[in-house]
């Protein structure tokens, strides 16, 4: 019997966490909608009540961030930053199952970063799993454009969030993996930065940042429980699986906000859209099958 390395077993929690981190992300679009405030107020007070938190348990944790370390937490949290703009004001405007499918797109921007960036092995079994979750995904969008909500601007700004989103997956996992930054210390510096980024377009765009009231604060709340919880899973598992693997569990998140959409939204489901999920989630459980035989069998999952 084969004894799993430590590495092998990292890499199964780190699995573990990114299902999580989707299924948090699936269940949060649906909640962004559903939050009575506009998307760059929502945004902001969300960046807010999170900095306090996670800042405050750096504090009390006497954790500690060198120059070093805050250098290469600047570039990813602006991506947070310009991805909450973006993001928000996509799922106000169209479709939610739309803007999931958009944003989830991410394998197909990180394919290089991947490659030259990180390394990772990509073979043509993978890519041909990718095309296959690209080709639910497309039916997915096919089936949703007779739905009296979606937008076509609410979809281009899905696609400038898709490739913030790309970018923050991307200098997330340098960071964390490269500079050995913590992810407690990794989550404060980019909520507090991120903040700084969205708080002028807010402020531009509203008659004046007023305090919400008790409610819009429970869905803030909610916000940081749900979605917030996705991301502090995700950029643990960014030093344990890859990030070819990681992006692509991505597109398990839309069928979860689509099921969703139709119970709470009121957006119907399209029989287009049943088969290109099905698809989606069956390519997904094949990378991921994939990743656990090929981290078992050299060891590590980094490699």
């Known amino acids: 019997m084969t004894v799993p390395s430590r590495a092998t077993e990292w890499h199964r929690m780190g699995l573990l966490a990114v299902s999580g981190a989707v299924t948090c992300w699936g269940i949060g679009n649906i909640l962004v909608r559903q939050a009575d405030l506009p998307g760059l107020e929502l945004a902001f007070w969300r960046l807010v009540l999170s900095s306090i938190i996670y800042v405050g348990i750096v504090l009390a944790r006497r954790g500690r961030l060198t120059w070093v370390q805050f250098k290469a937490c600047l570039p990813p949290a602006v991506a947070v930053g310009l991805w909450l703009i973006t993001f928000y004001e996509s799922i106000k405007s169209t479709t939610v199952t739309n803007v999931s499918m958009i944003v989830s797109l991410s394998p197909v921007v990180l394919l290089w970063s991947a490659v030259r960036r990180f390394a990772e092995p990509v073979s043509l ?121 990681s992006s692509m569990a991505l597109l398990g998140a839309p069928p979860i906000t689509m099921v969703g959409a139709a119970l709470f939204l009121d957006e119907p489901i399209k029989i287009a859209q049943v088969i290109g999920g099905a698809v989606v989630l069956a390519a997904v459980a094949a990378v991921i099958r994939r990743d656990i035989q090929i981290t078992a069998r050299h060891g590590t999952s980094t490699a």
Do not use: Y
């Open 125 to 245: 079994k993978l890519l041909g799993l990718m095309a296959a979750a690209l080709a639910g995904t497309s039916l997915v969008l096919f089936g949703s454009t007779s739905v009296p909500t979606w937008s076509l601007r609410g979809d281009g700004l899905a696609v400038l969030a898709l490739l913030c989103f790309s970018a923050n997956m991307a200098l997330s996992k340098e960071a964390r993996q490269r500079v050995g930054v913590s992810v407690l210390e990794f989550q404060a510096t980019v909520w507090t930065v991120a903040m700084v980024v969205v708080a002028p377009p807010a402020l531009l765009v509203s008659d004046g940042l007023s305090l919400p009231d008790t409610t819009t604060w429970l869905w803030v709340v909610a916000l940081i429980a749900v979605p917030g919880s996705g991301h502090l899973l995700m950029n643990w598992a960014h030093r344990h699986v890859r990030i070819t693997v």
